[in-house]
């Protein structure tokens, strides 16, 4: 069977943590690009990667290389994707996806235009008990599905010049954290909320701090989200059916359920591994490209896409829409 030829486009920290757990049957890390080819080159050596690239160009045009992952900035995510596909390649990119619904629009017009996947690297559609937990659920193994629950805070220094504040890298919790907890929640519901309340409070910059959401879909299943840069929080979710409720910490990569029925009985659920999330994003991706069958999670994607850009415009982000 062929094996899919991968390459890194961005060497920050989360295409470390890439580099570091790649290991699949079917693909092959050959790759690395960076601005600088130092800095690509130390890369390379760092993880036994065959190539080295000083720029994201050179990597996109190998003829050897399938599939990029794609882990630069937010703001910069449309533009390197569109390259990347005008290059020929296929894109797993990094949350979020794009800036805008606008932005992620012209994407997916110029991908399937061109016959190439786009994927968003979220590890919650890929993860083997969101898979199963979701099995069950949808199977009605706990009542009618009530009510969706997520939580995520990650207490940031407020200091106005690290990418988590500035708007020129995309900063704001909605863009880092609350794709997070929006896909936890989106994934759960039979479908996309259609009437929605938000509050979020911005910080100096411009960017969101914090914020919390309600939202109601045609099945009355009723969602709600918490996100926050300026208090810890956990990461929670919380799946409640009319006979038990399912509780999963650190959902981004659980690998671990609890079941609380209704006379108190108690269940966990086992699946995958968290240590394994990244690979279960390549696998996905790689066995798409070997079978021609799509495994990318596009639509959740987009109705996340789209509930980001309506909380955005509502919080009065005006500069995330002016260029």
């Known amino acids: 069977m062929k094996t899919i030829k991968w390459g890194i486009v961005g060497l920050g920290g989360i295409a470390h943590s890439f580099a570091s757990a790649f290991q699949s049957e079917h693909a092959e890390l050959v790759g690395v690009a960076s601005r ?9 050596k ?10 994201y160009e050179q990597l996109a045009y190998d003829p050897e290389i399938d599939i990029v992952y794609l882990a630069t900035p937010n703001s910069y995510h449309k533009d390197n994707m569109m390259m990347i596909l005008k290059a020929g390649k296929h894109v797993l990119c990094e949350k979020a996806i794009t800036m805008t ?29 969101m898979q199963a937990v979701k099995k069950r659920v949808d199977a009605g193994e706990f009542g009618q599905l009530k009510m969706v629950h997520a939580y995520f805070g990650s207490l940031k220094e407020a ?8 708007p020129e890298l995309g900063g704001g919790a909605l863009l880092d954290i609350g794709v997070y907890a929006l896909s936890f929640v989106r994934f759960f519901l039979s479908s996309q909320p259609h ?16 914020s919390s959401f309600q939202l109601l879909n045609e099945q009355d299943e009723l969602a709600t989200v918490t996100i926050s840069f300026r208090a810890k929080l956990p990461k929670q979710g919380i799946i409640a ?3 038990a409720y399912i509780t999963i910490m650190n959902y981004p ?7 609380t029925y209704a006379d108190g009985r108690t269940e966990t659920i086992e699946s995958g591994e968290t240590a394994q999330a990244l690979n279960y994003e390549v696998d996905h991706l790689s066995e798409s490209l070997l079978t021609g069958q799509h495994l990318t999670a596009m639509d959740l994607t987009k109705d996340v896409n789209e509930l980001m850009n309506w909380a955005a415009k509502e919080w009065k982000m005006d500069w995330l829409f002016e260029s």
């Open 253 to 259: 990569r659980a690998d671990q359920a609890l079941i």
């Open 36 to 44: 600088t080819l130092q800095k690509a080159y130390d890369f390379s």
């Open 195 to 210: 009437i929605r309340q938000t509050v979020g409070l911005l910080y100096e910059t411009g960017v969101d701090e914090m």
């Open 46 to 55: 760092q993880y036994s990667i065959p190539k080295a690239y000083g720029s």
């Open 101 to 129: 619904k606008a932005e992620l629009d012209e994407v997916l017009s110029y991908a399937k235009e061109k016959n190439l996947i786009v994927a968003e690297a979220m590890t919650i559609y890929h993860m083997p008990l």
């Open 159 to 166: 200091d106005p010049t690290n990418r988590f504040f500035n």
């Open 241 to 243: 059916c009319e006979d």
